[in-house]
């Protein structure tokens, strides 16, 4: 039995809309698996919810008119992994999701809600950073579109505006053409856990497959929002397909992240996992794209 | 003859298909809802509680706080009674208590109409307290100063137990001798069974019925009579099927309270259902043990003298107390004898959750400590330490002084025989010795024995009933309970062979209800298979020789000729079948000459022990940069005797190989320094390893029958939880050359350790 004041149920984008305008103090819920789990523990008692599960049209991979990815924000993890698009063009991201939870939670979960939620440990943000994914927002004044990195304001809190919700989540051709990617989420299990640290790195290859064209990073985990690591991605871009560049990228890591002592785990650890995952994804990340360290 | 076959279990249907009927499933629907508010101190006092707020919440009926709760002090251990005072369990819990002795104990409760409500005026509630400092840790526990959780037990010292065999100090003193020392840390884990404990009570004729996921229904009567100045036969407990205890719910918990509100609401029904959280913290959890231990050696291998100390975390409150840590400390001189053993064992009060019993009660804590030592003594004297353990562990004949248990047979070296053949250990065990790079391998094995029963530290009886149906079927009752281990079904298989009926032909009554149901002091101790089946021989007998006798009456052949093989009546001199049992019950209940209901009850109270063995062989595959240990192969040998169903007893062995997996990898509560506040009350932060986490667990067996078992049986309900952790720990040994002395062995202790190592 859960404490909440009412339930309001969406079933068409503006109709969410409309709802979030009426009811400004609701929150909205789509699979339930963080929000349900927040109200039973007391967080969010006596609230009112907007459900938007129902709106259909928000669920499913395609490819837009400009060739972006376009992930329907219920797109739950189950299907974005199962997803010829997603497995074709940026398949690490189906696999960062697939070790969301368990296989019920997966069923259940949503990739919008994943981002919405805010936190840093979330398995899909770190691979949405890394490929610069653009969200997608409609609310009373129409569609707005800004830059995952931008989206993340503080740890809990996203950049979702009154009379708001996520629609979509987009990946741009120039973000996904000829790149590859590998994540790593570092756990105390192999299933039903959050990231100690998670760690997604992609690169895209010189012809040759001897020079990294570009690399991008980023982490769950290392700070309090998803980030990325800058320098460790000035360090090897363009450089030469190498151990040295894979140890001098790892490296440069620590210059960017900022992960904190906890009793969940302590900032050495944290650093010194970083640092290995990087290496390891980078690695990996080269050898899905054709090359060899 | 169905005793040894791989019978399905007689509830399997139902729990598959999900008609088993569970605490909650039987609740009706109209039960009000008890919550309880718990402290958010660690140590102190309730100063004031104020209900005003929380007593305008629609839907409450009733707030009680520790102000108004009866003063009746009482023990919860699922311990038998005992008539002697000095040997009775210590009285030290109230149904809600003033003073607070660890975050999270019990202060007041909420009675409402439903749950939602109840939540409500729970944080509605204001408490003011006084602090007082907060004591974790046992060391700082026993030390002059430190915070004083029970005014009668100074230094927070419960009890102080100690062995003497020999004299240590003078053989230590021998020239020449090799000191191996270490110390050896085990964590405090909860049982985390998959239904949390609940319980409902409600008033009828006068006396309080509560029914409760509980291992341990006849004590838990006792204990709510205890608690509420009742008596005892005003208290009437039911079990149905329980979603799991591993000795979490053999311990009275919040039934003692449940029960007192329905006193309070007139008698209506009142629901207590624990959340997960309150599970963790409320409940009880593994006592942490610390164990130091010297082993003096002579340079050929021999124990000179031996010492062990064991200091170990009770928690705030007596619960099963000095038990735990004294059977474990009671290991360490039979496993490898040496003549010269001083030894001492301390359980110590400290503001951390209570700890109580749980799967292996000690001895998982022992054997880790146990068998990183053996496995460090080993390494000191370069000598191979499969090949030391075989010639230094309890030999055959070995008899123990105190509970007369007998080493009969060579199960040691057989177990580890298996062990060792299906992990290609010893070949193994050389070849990672010396690796480089970053993954490494390796191998490790520990061994360990356990008693079955309690006795003669405790009483041992167990009861049954058998009562004949015209169809010639019988019904089973006993005081052992069935808490998902599947012990109905080993019964059904005795109570078939001792009858010698069909097993489909007996029906066990699964439910206990202390009304009906013979007295048994229920699941615990690993006891069940071994004691049940004396009270299930016995009155199998019984009801045998009244079978017997009344087929004389029908066939007039001599008792003595006569037998019952698969529900038939047979004449033994020429086997001829003379009538069924069925015909035989029908004609008997409804004769106008002769009728009688054929039943049969008895009780037997067992005076005996046995020794159980277990040893386990793991391989892992450590990931040296990643600080990450995986668990390539596993496999648990165990000599439980005569197996009464193969399958049950390998699902046994496989569930108690993942607890052991748990206890070495990942599974810890954590505390806040400050406060004492578990910070991992749930089950994604409190790392309880998954499916995913698990290896293949092979699960071999040696049956060498016990012979004081009229089965051949002993325990094996808790020895495969205890071997696995210290085997990981030597296979980590085994791989990297760094000795891991503290459990759970998760990736934060191997980074600090490996740094201090110089191997990252």
Same mark, same amino acid.
């Given at each position: 039995?859960?404490?909440?004041?009412?339930?309001?149920?969406?079933?068409?984008?503006?109709?969410?809309?409309?709802?979030?305008?009426?009811?400004?103090?609701?929150?909205?819920?789509?699979?339930?698996?963080?929000?349900?789990?927040?109200?039973?523990?007391?967080?969010?008692?006596?609230?009112?919810?907007?459900?938007?599960?129902?709106?259909?049209?928000?669920?499913?991979?395609?490819?837009?008119?400009?060739?972006?990815?376009?992930?329907?924000?219920?797109?739950?993890?189950?299907?974005?992994?199962?997803?010829?698009?997603?497995?074709?063009?940026?398949?690490?991201?189906?696999?960062?999701?697939?070790?969301?939870?368990?296989?019920?939670?997966?069923?259940?979960?949503?990739?919008?809600?994943?981002?919405c939620n805010g936190v840093t440990s979330a398995d899909s943000a770190s691979t949405l950073h890394a490929w610069e994914a653009i969200v997608e927002l409609t609310g009373p004044n129409g569609v707005r579109r800004l830059p995952i990195k931008d989206f993340y304001i503080k740890a809990g809190t996203v950049d979702l505006q009154d009379g708001e919700i996520q629609t979509a989540i987009l990946i741009p051709k120039s973000s996904y053409e000829n790149c590859f990617g590998h994540y790593i989420k570092y756990a105390m299990r192999n299933a039903m856990d959050i990231a100690t640290t998670g760690c997604s790195v992609n690169v895209v290859l010189s012809a040759d497959k001897k020079t990294i064209e570009r690399v991008?990073?980023?982490?769950?985990?290392?700070?309090?929002?998803?980030?990325?690591?800058?320098?460790?991605?000035?360090?090897?871009?363009?450089?030469?397909?190498?151990?040295?560049?894979?140890?001098?990228?790892?490296?440069?890591?620590?210059?960017?992240?900022?992960?904190?002592?906890?009793?969940?785990?302590?900032?050495?650890?944290?650093?010194?996992?970083?640092?290995?995952?990087?290496?390891?994804?980078?690695?990996?990340?080269?050898?899905?794209?054709?090359?060899?360290? | 003859?169905?005793?040894?076959?791989?019978?399905?279990?007689?509830?399997?249907?139902?729990?598959?298909?999900?008609?088993?009927?569970?605490?909650?499933?039987?609740?009706?629907?109209?039960?009000?809802?008890?919550?309880?508010?718990?402290?958010?101190?660690?140590?102190?006092?309730?100063?004031?509680?104020?209900?005003?707020?929380?007593?305008?919440?629609?839907?409450?009926?009733?707030?009680?706080?520790?102000?108004?709760?009866?003063?009746?002090?009482?023990?919860?251990?699922?311990?038998?009674?005992?008539?002697?005072?000095?040997?009775?369990?210590?009285?030290?819990?109230?149904?809600?208590?003033?003073?607070?002795?660890?975050?999270?104990?019990?202060?007041?409760?909420?009675?409402?109409?439903?749950?939602?409500?109840?939540?409500?005026?729970?944080?509605?509630?204001?408490?003011?307290?006084?602090?007082?400092?907060?004591?974790?840790?046992?060391?700082?526990?026993? &030390?002059?100063?430190?915070?004083?959780?029970?005014?009668?037990?100074?230094?927070?010292?419960?009890?102080?137990?100690?062995?003497?065999?020999?004299?240590?100090?003078?053989?230590?003193?021998?020239?020449?001798?090799?000191?191996?020392?270490?110390?050896?840390?085990?964590?405090?884990?909860?049982?985390?069974?998959?239904?949390?404990?609940?319980?409902?009570?409600?008033?009828?004729?006068?006396?309080?019925?509560?029914?409760?996921?509980?291992?341990?229904?006849?004590?838990?009567?006792?204990?709510?009579?205890?608690?509420?100045?009742?008596?005892?036969?005003?208290v009437r407990v039911v079990k149905p099927y329980i979603g799991g205890g591993f000795g979490n719910k053999q311990d009275a918990l919040y039934e003692p309270l449940c029960a007192y509100l329905t006193t309070i609401v007139g008698g209506r029904l009142v629901k207590l259902d624990c959340s997960r959280e309150e599970t963790f913290v409320c409940n009880r959890v593994r006592h942490a043990i610390r164990t130091h231990i010297i082993s003096w050696l002579r340079p050929d291998g021999s124990f000179a003298a031996r010492k062990i100390e064991c200091f170990s975390n009770q928690g705030a409150y007596a619960s099963h107390g000095h038990g735990i840590c004294a059977k474990g400390m009671g290991a360490f001189p039979q496993?490898?004898?040496?003549?010269?053993?001083?030894?001492?064992?301390?359980?110590? %009060?400290?503001?951390?959750?209570?700890?109580?019993?749980?799967?292996?009660?000690?001895?998982? &804590?022992?054997? %880790?400590?146990?068998?990183?030592?053996?496995?460090?003594?080993?390494?000191?004297?370069?000598?191979?330490?499969?090949?030391?353990?075989?010639?230094?562990?309890?030999?055959?004949?070995?008899?123990?002084?105190?509970?007369?248990?007998?080493?009969?047979?060579?199960?040691?070296?057989?177990?580890?025989?298996?062990?060792?053949?299906?992990?290609?250990?010893?070949?193994?065990?050389?070849?990672?010795?010396?690796?480089?790079?970053?993954?490494?391998?390796?191998?490790?094995?520990?061994?360990?024995?356990?008693?079955?029963?309690?006795?003669?530290?405790?009483?041992?009886?167990?009861?049954?009933?058998?009562?004949?149906?015209?169809?010639?079927?019988?019904?089973?009752?006993?005081?052992?309970?069935?808490?998902?281990?599947?012990?109905?079904?080993?019964?059904? &298989?005795?109570?078939?062979?001792?009858?010698?009926?069909?097993?489909?032909?007996?029906?066990?009554?699964?439910?206990?209800?202390?009304?009906?149901?013979? %007295?048994?002091?229920?699941?615990?101790?690993?006891?069940?298979?071994?004691?049940?089946?004396?009270?299930?021989?016995?009155?199998?007998?019984?009801?045998?020789?009244?079978?017997?006798?009344?087929?004389?009456?029908?066939?007039?052949?001599?008792?003595?000729?006569?037998?019952?093989?698969?529900?038939?009546?047979?004449?033994?001199?020429?086997?001829?079948?003379?009538?069924?049992?069925?015909?035989?019950?029908?004609?008997?209940?409804?004769?106008?000459?002769?009728?009688?209901?054929?039943?049969?009850?008895?009780?037997?109270?067992?005076?005996?022990?046995?020794?159980? %063995?277990?040893?386990?062989?793991?391989?892992?595959?450590?990931?040296?940069?990643?600080?990450?240990?995986?668990?390539?192969?596993?496999?648990?040998?165990?000599?439980?005797?005569?197996?009464?169903?193969?399958?049950?007893?390998?699902?046994?062995?496989?569930?108690?190989?993942?607890?052991?997996?748990?206890?070495?990898?990942?599974?810890?509560?954590?505390?806040?320094?400050?406060?004492?506040?578990?910070?991992?009350?749930?089950?994604?932060?409190?790392?309880?390893?998954?499916?995913?986490?698990?290896?293949?667990?092979?699960? &071999?067996?040696?049956?060498?029958a016990e012979p004081t078992s009229p089965y051949g049986t002993k325990a094996l309900g808790e020895p495969p939880a205890c071997p696995g952790a210290p085997a990981i720990r030597n296979a980590i040994l085994n791989a990297t050359g760094v000795a891991i002395d503290v459990a759970p062995m998760t990736p934060h202790i191997l980074f600090d350790k490996f740094k201090e190592a110089g191997l990252i």
């Open positions: 039995m859960y404490d909440l004041s009412a339930l309001y149920e969406a079933s068409s984008v503006a109709e969410a809309v409309a709802l979030r305008v009426a009811h400004p103090e609701a929150q909205i819920i789509a699979g339930g698996s963080d929000v349900l789990v927040q109200m039973r523990e007391g967080k969010r008692a006596g609230k009112a919810l907007i459900s938007i599960y129902g709106i259909d049209a928000m669920r499913g991979v395609s490819i837009d008119e400009d060739e972006n990815i376009r992930i329907g924000s219920l797109t739950s993890f189950s299907h974005i992994t199962k997803d010829p698009i997603i497995q074709k063009y940026i398949n690490v991201l189906g696999e960062a999701v697939d070790m969301v939870g368990g296989p019920q939670i997966r069923n259940i979960g949503t990739i919008g809600g994943n981002t991008r990073i980023a982490y769950g985990v290392a700070g309090p929002v998803p980030m990325r690591a800058p320098s460790a991605e000035a360090v090897a871009t363009g450089k030469s397909v190498s151990m040295e560049t894979v140890n001098a990228f790892g490296d440069a890591v620590l210059e960017d992240i900022n992960p904190r002592d906890s009793w969940r785990a302590a900032k050495a650890f944290r650093q010194h996992i970083a640092v290995e995952l990087a290496k390891r994804c980078l690695i990996r990340s080269i050898e899905l794209a054709g090359g060899a360290v | 003859m169905d005793v040894g076959k791989s019978v399905i279990r007689v509830d399997a249907f139902d729990k598959a298909t999900g008609r088993a009927k569970y605490c909650d499933d039987l609740c009706d629907k109209s039960a009000l809802i008890a919550r309880v508010l718990h402290a958010t101190i660690g140590n102190g006092m309730v100063k004031s509680v104020d209900t005003t707020e929380a007593e305008k919440v629609e839907g409450v009926v009733k707030i009680v706080t520790c102000f108004d709760v009866p003063h009746y002090k009482f023990p919860t251990a699922g311990h038998p009674w005992s008539t002697d005072v000095h040997h009775q369990d210590v009285a030290d819990r109230l149904l809600l208590t003033k003073r607070v002795r660890f975050y999270g104990d019990d202060i007041a409760a909420v009675v409402a109409e439903n749950e939602v409500a109840a939540a409500q005026a729970l944080r509605k509630i204001k408490v003011e307290y006084e602090q007082y400092p907060v004591v974790l840790d046992v060391q700082e526990a026993m &030390q002059d100063g430190a915070s004083q959780l029970h005014a009668e037990f100074k230094n927070n010292i419960l009890a102080h137990t100690d062995i003497r065999m020999g004299d240590y100090e003078a053989a230590s003193k021998e020239p020449g001798l090799i000191k191996v020392e270490g110390w050896y840390d085990t964590p405090t884990v909860q049982h985390c069974h998959i239904e949390n404990h609940i319980c409902y009570a409600s008033m009828e004729a006068g006396r309080v019925v509560v029914y409760s996921s509980t291992q341990i229904p006849h004590i838990v009567r006792r204990v709510i009579g205890q608690a509420l100045g009742i008596s005892w036969g005003k496993i490898y004898p040496c003549p010269n053993i001083e030894g001492d064992a301390y359980t110590v %009060f400290t503001n951390r959750p209570v700890a109580g019993a749980m799967r292996g009660y000690g001895v998982p &804590q022992a054997t %880790f400590a146990h068998e990183a030592h053996i496995e460090d003594v080993c390494k000191v004297l370069g000598v191979d330490s499969l090949e030391f353990r075989r010639k230094h562990m309890m030999p055959v004949g070995y008899v123990d002084g105190f509970s007369k248990n007998e080493n009969y047979a060579d199960s040691l070296n057989q177990i580890l025989d298996k062990g060792e053949k299906y992990l290609d250990y010893s070949r193994k065990h050389k070849e990672y010795a010396a690796q480089t790079g970053n993954i490494r391998r390796g191998v490790g094995v520990a061994l360990h024995w356990y008693n079955t029963a309690v006795w003669p530290i405790s009483l041992e009886s167990s009861s049954c009933r058998m009562v004949l149906n015209q169809d010639g079927s019988i019904q089973v009752q006993t005081g052992e309970t069935e808490i998902g281990q599947g012990c109905d079904t080993a019964f059904a &298989q005795m109570a078939a062979d001792a009858v010698g009926l069909r097993v489909e032909n007996v029906h066990m009554v699964s439910a206990q209800d202390t009304d009906v149901t013979p %007295f048994g002091t229920g699941s615990y101790a690993s006891r069940q298979t071994y004691v049940g089946g004396f009270a299930i021989a016995q009155t199998g007998a019984i009801l045998k020789e009244k079978i017997l006798s009344y087929a004389c009456e029908i066939t007039r052949q001599m008792p003595a000729l006569l037998d019952i093989v698969e529900g038939n009546i047979i004449r033994k001199t020429d086997g001829r079948v003379l009538l069924t049992v069925g015909d035989l019950a029908t004609q008997a209940l409804y004769s106008l000459e002769h009728s009688q209901h054929i039943t049969a009850e008895s009780t037997y109270q067992i005076k005996n022990n046995a020794y159980s %063995f277990g040893c386990c062989f793991a391989e892992v595959e450590v990931d040296m940069a990643l600080c990450k240990v995986k668990l390539v192969d596993m496999i648990n040998v165990h000599d439980c005797g005569r197996l009464i169903n193969p399958q049950l007893a390998e699902a046994q062995v496989h569930g108690g190989m993942s607890m052991g997996i748990g206890y070495g990898m990942s599974e810890e509560l954590k505390f806040d320094p400050k406060t004492g506040r578990v910070l991992n009350d749930n089950l994604l932060d409190y790392k309880l390893s998954t499916f995913m986490d698990h290896p293949h667990l092979e699960a &071999q067996f040696v049956e060498n």
